[in-house]
T-cell receptor, first 115, second 113 residues
Framework: NAGVTQTPKFQVLKTGQSMTLQCAQD?????MYWYRQDPGMGLRLIYY???????DKGEVPNGYNVSRLNKREFSLRLESAAPSQTSVYFC??????????????FGDGTRLSIL | EDKVVQSPLSLVVHEGDTVTLNCSYE??????LLWYKQEKKAPTFLFML??SGIEKKSGRLSSILDKKELFSILNITATQTGDSAVYLC?????????????WGLGTSLAVNP
């Protein structure tokens, strides 16, 4: 009963390093999302993918890139990490059924620190 | 600008108390309101409300939406220490696929034994 799986769970980077956060879901959902969560700022959408083969910017996309590798996997890449990107990152997925909204289901998060 | 505001920001109660958490929203072309519980890790889904006045219930938790006054409440009766968490609410617009969630900052609930 895995749901949404994120790796790694923790990571420490130096400024300027790059890394990719991985996310996979086994619920056959069409849509996937990347959020960051910071104290006092709540959850903010970075990028989303409405369906396989499409990606769109969210509220805070600068400094990030994404790849929807297939229906299951959606990765988030930091090309040149900055201290401002220190955060907890959550991946989520949801089913898309025409006009019917379906709730998003979240992974356990990746705690990322940039020194 | 669309926004969701939760109150109170934090709350401390004793086991057995009943609590009411509030969520007001201003969302253009509003579609639905969702409640999540976040403990140490992932937010977990509680309720999705789309119709005004219809209560949704799960055990000791219940929630209702008022689309006229633009708010929702989450009630927890007979609280337990396991209810300690941050409770998040989010509104969606009528985009049709739940991709745009407008999140509140959450209410941090602590239930003391």
């Amino acid at each position: 009963n895995a749901g949404v799986t994120q790796t790694p769970k923790f990571q420490v980077l130096k400024t300027g390093q790059s890394m990719t956060l991985q996310c996979a879901q086994d619920m056959n959902h069409n849509s996937m999302y990347w959020y960051r969560q910071d104290p006092g700022m709540g959850l903010r959408l970075i990028y989303y993918s409405a369906s396989e083969g499409t990606t769109d910017k969210g509220e805070v996309p600068n400094g990030y890139n994404v790849s929807r590798l297939n229906k299951r996997e959606f990765s988030l890449r930091l090309e040149s990490a900055a201290p401002s990107q220190t955060s907890v990152y959550f991946c989520a997925s949801s089913e898309y059924r025409g006009s019917n909204n379906q709730p998003q289901h979240f992974g356990d998060g990746t705690r990322l620190s940039i020194l | 600008e669309d926004k969701v505001v939760q109150s109170p920001l934090s709350l401390v109660v004793h086991e057995g108390d009943t609590v009411t958490l509030n969520c007001s929203y201003e969302v253009t072309n509003f579609r639905s309101l969702l409640w999540y519980k976040q403990e140490k890790k992932a937010p977990t889904f509680l309720f999705m409300l789309t119709s005004s006045g219809i209560e949704k219930k799960s055990g000791r938790l219940s929630s209702i939406l008022d689309k006229k006054e633009l708010f929702s409440i989450l009630n927890i009766t007979a609280t337990q220490t396991g209810d300690s968490a941050v409770y998040l609410c989010a509104g969606t617009d009528n985009a049709g696929n739940n991709r745009k969630l407008i999140w509140g900052l959450g209410t941090s609930l602590a239930v003391n034994p």
